[in-house]
Structure formats: C-alpha cells, structure tokens
C-alpha cells in the first residue's frame, strides 16, 4: 500500500494501478480497501492534473482508458470483490468524473450511497468503510460542479 502510495504521490498513477493489478499473483498479497482507495485517488489527481493543464491524451490506436474510467473500473472491482468502498474512496471516484465532466457518472456513483443527508452532525464521525454512511459534502460538490460543468444545471438542483 505504501508503494501504491508513494507513486500517487509521484504523479505514476499508472505504476499504482499496475502494482494493484499485480499484488496478489505477483506479490502474494490481497487487496484491501485501503490499496484500491489510495489508487482511486491517484487516478483523481490524475485526471485533475491532465484538466488543468489541458493535456488531454489522443491516441491512433482507438480508444485511451482516462483517469476517472479507470477510478470508476476500481470502485467496481471493489464491489465485485465484496470490498466496501469507503466515502473517501467514492469522493475521489466523484471528484475524478467532475474534472472530466461526466455528471451523469458522477450521479451514478452518488446513487450508490444509500443515503445524501444529514450532511452534518455526528453521523460523519461514523466508520470510514461503514455502508450507511452519507454523502459528505465534497461528494455532493463534486457532483453538482460535473453537472455545471456539463450543462445540467437542472439536475444539479435535483
């Protein structure tokens, strides 16, 4: 997990990926949802950078996997896994489809939470990986700027 780390950190979210993708029949070990959230973020911060230095990669050879496909292929592999994505973990999903501006994926993940409210209070000192934990508010700012950036200002009122 350190590993995974440290190349999100180094701006090698695809070396982050890689060693995920490799840890259990290279190394021997499981991943848990510490490993497959600190991923999710590398892709986040990733698809951010490429944002807003508006690199965005064009390749010949068909379609090119982005950032925040890839941190939704994670969040999907932890539910087939039967590994609970934790709020940071679906917040960075979020945040990763707001700098591409999918709304309608970042909706998506929002719906997979079972609840948006209440937004404050004591239920957020809840357990990280707890199921009915709700919606923070940096998910839900997230997906209401996707919705802004994609024109749906209607459904960002939703």
Known sequence: NSLIRACGRS?????AVQLLNDMSLRYGVEPDEV???IAIIACN???HRE?????????DNGPVLTWWECA????????????????QSISSAVSACEAAGQWQRAIGVLE??????????????KEMNDPDEPANLYCL???ISA???GGAWVEALQ
Do not use: T
């Open 11 to 15: 701006c090698r979210p695809d070396i």
């Open 35 to 37: 490993s497959y959230r």
């Open 45 to 47: 911060q990733a698809e």
């Open 51 to 59: 944002h807003k230095e508006l690199q965005c990669e064009i390749s």
């Open 72 to 87: 939704l292929s994670l969040l999907r592999r932890m539910r087939e896994d039967d590994i609970s994505p934790s709020l």
């Open 112 to 125: 997979l939470m079972p609840s948006f409210s209440p937004l404050l209070g004591d239920d957020q000192m």
């Open 141 to 143: 700012n997230a997906a």
């Open 147 to 149: 919705c802004e950036k």
